[in-house]
Every structure is written in structure tokens, then in C-alpha cells.
């Protein structure tokens, strides 16, 4: 695995390692400079000119989550979960708040069928289902292990039904109801689902959906199995089938063409129910829709209610515990727990981000347990960033001077990339130059090449020719007030940033 990617030797839980922790949960208002941080009010229908009136079918602030990372997430190519690894996941997405987690099939396999068992032994708050062909064998297998209900799938396009099983749509209404039926008479909760929803025919799908409506089945299923669907379309179907059945309705996106977050909050506005999901999203092919970003979507929609119902400061360990499970890296533009999820680093983003954290983000990292950060050493930087390192290195300098530091360590990072320790030492040689008297100033950098250093001194040169009569009379007052508060004899003067003397007068 990758650590630096990971995070690993980072200081932080994000593992970002080249920014300053801005107001984050971990050292709070420590450069003191931000301000209303957790004013994060996205959805307040004044800021947001964009806002859709509320609309009547709309479940954004009312659905559940049927957590598949056990059933759909198996199926990721890399996934191997024994007995004790799928506890752990179990458990943590228990703590995590998932109203249901589903389940491989107990006909898929001896210890599928064991570890199904386990499962349900444990007494999670959550409600454990199975997922199951459409047919009475695999049926009768399932209600025989604990769980609370059954997830029943058959494919209905014209592709699945030719290649797949090879049944006509009679057959699957008829055998649908059967099943359902069945499930029903043990007492379990039983979903229909159709698999490959947008590529079967609507009055297909109606049908066999109406008949089992008609018999009390719990949720009837719309699936994008091939991740073929767009936003418009979900919204339309769900729309229409939310007019057809009286069965709550869950839904099944994957991301092959990277809408199943879309897919599933445009389900909800169209009135389905439940969403399925998968940590980081694992499953067939490139999976499905991802429960970190789906809730981060879910929290921009309205945050006491997410924030009401799951514990998102679990969210990031669950998602190493599977990251590991699975042996893949955390995504570094993962929503939420990337590692670069909440850094700021150009220099108008870090200065109003400093001035206000709404300013740039839409989520809190706090709501998380992440940290903010703000990117100090590129080329991109500026003073705002600058001055804020500066006072949580507890040094004392005024605005021109942080300024015109921040001149030298743009310079130097055109030269070649930056560490933190690479800035944070430009700062601190800068300013205690601004100390020493003419020539025995200390090179800014010392870990440099020859090369670097004759770049270095080269665009030094540039800068020194630049006019700064300005800033030269603010950094002359205020060394003016610090010597003399200070003690020092300020007839000296004080150095400049291109080594001369200013006299204080
Ligand atoms: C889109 C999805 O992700 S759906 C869920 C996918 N999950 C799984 O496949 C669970 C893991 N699967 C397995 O362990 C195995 O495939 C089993 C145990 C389910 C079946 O194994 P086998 O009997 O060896 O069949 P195989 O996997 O080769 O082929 C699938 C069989 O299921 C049938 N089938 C496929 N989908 C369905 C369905 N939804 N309902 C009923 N039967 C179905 C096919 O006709 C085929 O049966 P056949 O060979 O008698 O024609
Ligand atoms: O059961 C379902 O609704 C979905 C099954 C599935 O994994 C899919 O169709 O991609």
C-alpha cells in the first residue's frame, strides 16, 4: 500500500502533509484566525439562489440505507472477507448507524451461508437482509439463516432475460410472486428488484412491479446494474414507478460512467426510499455508490438529519478497515476522507478560507473528525497563508515583511517543489536576518543544489532591483516599535530584505 497516499506519515488524521491545520478539530482556533467555522449552512435557501422549491416527492430528508458492502462489495475483484473481517465491517457499519446491511447469498457457498448465520447472532441495531435469485431453492436457503428479510433480483432487459436466465417476463411475474409470497409467510421483509431496470422495457417492469405491490412486498427495486443511467432518466423512472406502487422503493446505482452518487440523490427527489451503498464504493467492476459520498451529498442536503441518524466521525475507519480488507489505497480525491479532501492551497482560496471556512467549502471536516488544512509552500501561495505560518511559528513580523517573505519563498518554490520544513526554514532565516547586520545573513535555503542556489540568487538579484520604498518605510516603523519594546538600541537600524540598512530615525 502506498503510505505517503494513505497518509501514513502524515501528521494529521487526513494525512495531509505540506499545509497548516486551519481551525480544525485537532488544534482548534490554533492560528486564530479564522472565523465562523462552523457556520456551514449550505442549504439555508438564501445563500443558495439555485434552490429547487421543496417538492412534495422528495425523500432527501427520509430514506435509509441498505449498506452492501457485504453483498455487492464481495464482488469487487479484490475482495476476500473471512468470518472475523466480515464482523468487524458488520459491526462498524453498526456503530456507523446503517439501517440495513445486505448480505451474499447463503446459496453462493457453505461459508456464505455459515457467516450469514453468524451475522445475524450478533443483535445489531441494524436490520441484516440477504440478496437472492428469484427462485424457491435460494429462498428456502435464506429464511433459514436469522436474517430480517430477503433481496430478491432477477434480471428484466431484453439482454439479461436472453442471456442471463433465459425467462419471459410471465415467468418472472409469476415466480416473483411466489417467492415473495413465500417470504412473506415466514414473516420477513422481502424486496423485489428487477436487475438492469434501464434497459427493460417500462411496461415490463410495471407489470411485474403492480403484481407484487399487490401483495404486500415491503420494497420493489429499480437497479442500474451496468451504470448506464443519467440523473434525468432515474428521476423520471423512479417518478413514474413512485406513481405505480405503494412499496417503498430502493434503488441500486453503479458508477460506470461515475453518476451513482447523482443517480441516488436524484432518486430520492423522485421519492425512492432506500439507497444502496458500498464502502468506498466496492463491488462489480468499478462498484457502486460509495456511502462516504453519498452522506457527504446527503449532509449538504440537510445536515441535522444525517447528522441525526450516523455517526459520520466513523465514517474514515471504516473506510481503512475496508481499504485494508480489500488492499487498495483510499483514493486521494476520495470524497470527505481523501487525503487532500479539505486543503486549501492557492493563495485567494487560502486567504478567504482563513477569513471564513464557508467561504470554500461546503462540508464542515469537523463533522468527520477531519481537519482542514491550508497548503503554505507553492509557488501558488500568498502572504495570507504566509502570515498565518508565521504567527503559529510564533514569530512577530509586520505585513510588508511577511509579504516580502513570501516574495522569496514564491521564488524559491518556481525553483523546485517545496517541503513544509523547506518554508518553514525560508521563515525563519528571513527573519532572523532581519536581525543580523549587512552581509551576515544567512542563505534563506541551505539544502539546496548549486544549481538551485544560483537560480536562487539570480531571481534574488531580481527581486532586490524591485521598488519597495513602501513596504521599506512600514518595516522601519514597525522594527521601530519592536526594538524598542525589545530594549534595543534601535540606532542601528534594522535589516531590509535586500540587506540594507534602513535607518531609523
Ligand atoms: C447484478 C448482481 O450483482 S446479481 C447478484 C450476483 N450475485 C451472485 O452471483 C452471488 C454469487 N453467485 C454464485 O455463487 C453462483 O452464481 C450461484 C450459486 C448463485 C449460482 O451458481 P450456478 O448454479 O453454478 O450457476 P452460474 O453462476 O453458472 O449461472 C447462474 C445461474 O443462475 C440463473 N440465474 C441468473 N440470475 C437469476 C435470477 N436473478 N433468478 C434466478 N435465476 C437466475 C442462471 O440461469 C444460471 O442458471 P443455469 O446455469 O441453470 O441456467
Ligand atoms: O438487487 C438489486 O437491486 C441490485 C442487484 C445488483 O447488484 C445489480 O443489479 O447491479
Redesign the pocket.
Known sequence: MCSSCNGDAAPAANGQSNGIIVNGPTNGTANGTANGANDHTPHNPRQMPFSLPSDYLSNVSNFKIIESTLR?GE?FANAFFDTETKIRIAKALDDFGVEYIEL??P???EQSRLDCKRICSLGLKAKILT?V???MQDAKIAVETGVDGLDI???TSPQLMQH???KSVDYIRETALEVVQFVKSKGLEVRFSS?DSFRSDLVDLLNIYSAVDKIGVNRVGIAD?IGVANPRQVYELIRTLRGCVRADIETHFHNDTGCAIANAYCALEAGATHVDTSVLGIG?RNGITPLGGFVARMLVANRDYVRGKYDLTKLKAIEDLVADAVEVNIPFNNPVTGFCAFTHKAGIHAKAIIANPTTYEIINPADFGMTRYVHFTSRLTGWNAIKSRVNQLGLEMTDSQIKQCTTRIKAMADIRKLAIEDTDAIIHTFYENLYLGHGDEKPLLENVTPEERKKFAQKEAELSREPQSKELDEVVEHQTDLLATNGIDSSNGVKTLNGEVATVT
Open positions: 455487492e464482488q451474499t447469498s446459496a453462493s457457498s440478496h435469485r428469484c427462485n433480483v432477477i434480471g442471463s436466465h433465459g436487475e446494474t462489480e
